[in-house]
């Protein structure tokens, strides 16, 4: 996944746009649903999806200047 956002212009779309944002968005739902659903003992494989889920996240929502993402985390993470 990191290779192929690397591979991803600066300027882009607004469909391919649409495509990142919608990552963004499947990612911290990746995250939140694990968050909601982990029992007292985590594994290590979730500690690193969970991981470059957010890296993925942030790697969208700062680097092609999608800033209301993270409005949108700060709503899904919040109890």
Excluded: H, P
Excluded at 57 to 66: K, L, R, V
């Amino acid at each position: 996944m990191f290779s192929l956002l690397i591979k991803v212009e600066d300027t882009v779309s607004a469909d391919e746009m649409s495509l990142l944002r919608n990552l963004a968005r499947a990612c911290l739902g990746i995250v939140k649903k694990r968050r909601d659903v982990k029992s007292e003992y985590v594994e290590a494989a979730d500690a690193i999806s969970d991981a470059s889920c957010w890296m993925i996240f942030t790697a969208i929502a700062s680097f092609w200047g999608q800033k209301d993402l993270w409005m949108d985390a700060e709503t899904a993470m919040s109890y």
